[in-house]
């Protein structure tokens, strides 16, 4: 199996859910999940061909993501008709298709031009009051000062050779009072991965830096953010992705009996009385991402 096309094939975009989970039955704390695609592991690219189409959607709204009564991306970072939101390392769209279908404007960026083929051809057709794509390295955006009044930016900054200078172009497209959602790989799931990932994981044009938690907020802050919320989620990613590295699967087929027992097993979990405390206990203990809310002030 040749493994840097498997690493370059999930690493180049930034979500984390198959788009194949449309609207699964409503869960428990009142979540319910209408929307189709994603944010956290698996916007991919070419998503993961799990077992369960369904689960990692749920397992990303009960921890915040995707809330279509609230237009809610994530708890905390609301996109509404007036919004113009600038989605930096895209991917194959999943985030900007959720914002576009609360009537947002988006402006789609990627460094890679299949990728905004890709994100453009899904988010066009929803709607909202425009669609823009850009292919960019970030240095600069090709956008205008004060421009934008949402910016999301997931999975991205461990991969650019300098975040600090990314962060700064991020900031200078947003207006006073925009928002920010940042998120990146959570430590404690990156020392896992170096446990059981190929080293090409972390060699470019992939993982180059791991972003300690208070390293990751002090760059947001020295960009001149104001920080309104950090959270952590992810945990059944976290050993998804470990069991995938051990099983020799491929993203899209991944039909080794372990990994449907895995998601199964997380499936059962959640159906338990209790089961979502559970979770939100492990996506504490060993998450996948880190994630933070900031506002431009």
């Known amino acids: 199996m040749n493994v840097r096309r498997r690493l370059i094939s999930w690493l180049t ?12 039955p409503q869960q428990k704390d009142d979540v319910e999940v209408t929307c189709s695609g994603s944010n956290g592991v698996s916007s991919l690219g070419d998503s993961p061909s799990i077992g369960d189409p369904l689960i990692g959607l749920t397992d990303a709204a009960l921890r915040g993501w995707f809330q279509p009564k609230t237009g809610e991306l994530f708890r905390g970072f609301p996109v509404g008709v007036d919004d113009v939101v600038a989605d930096v390392g895209c991917g194959d769209g999943s985030n900007a298709a959720f914002c576009a279908r ?18 453009t051809a899904r988010v066009h057709p929803i709607g909202g009051a425009y669609v823009k794509s850009f292919v960019s390295d970030c240095a600069p955006l090709p956008l205008a000062d004060l421009s934008v009044s949402r910016v ?17 172009e991020l900031v200078r497209i947003g207006r006073p009072g925009a928002l920010y959602l940042l998120s990146c790989p959570h430590p404690s799931s990156e020392a896992l991965q170096k446990e059981l990932a190929p080293p090409e994981y972390f060699q470019k044009p992939n993982h180059i830096r791991i972003f300690e938690v208070d390293e990751f907020v002090e760059l947001a802050k020295g960009s001149g953010l104001e920080i309104l919320e950090t959270e952590t989620y992810g ?22 009996p372990l990994m449907h027992a895995w998601e199964k097993f997380w499936r059962q979990l959640l159906d338990l009385p209790g089961g979502v405390d559970v979770k939100h206990a492990l996506d504490n203990l060993l998450p996948k991402s880190q994630l ?6």
Request: a negative charge.
């Open 292 to 297: 933070i809310i900031a506002r431009k002030p």
């Open 235 to 256: 945990f059944f990613w976290s050993i998804w992705w470990g069991l995938f590295w051990k099983t020799e699967s491929s993203l899209g087929n991944v039909s080794h």
């Open 102 to 119: 609360t009537g947002a404007s988006v402006i789609l960026v990627d460094i890679d031009s299949a990728s905004i083929e890709k994100a």
């Open 13 to 24: 975009a930034k979500s984390q859910l198959s788009e194949s989970a449309m609207t699964p």
């Open 152 to 168: 999301v930016c997931t999975e991205v900054l461990e991969h650019v050779d300098d975040p600090k200078a990314v962060m700064e």
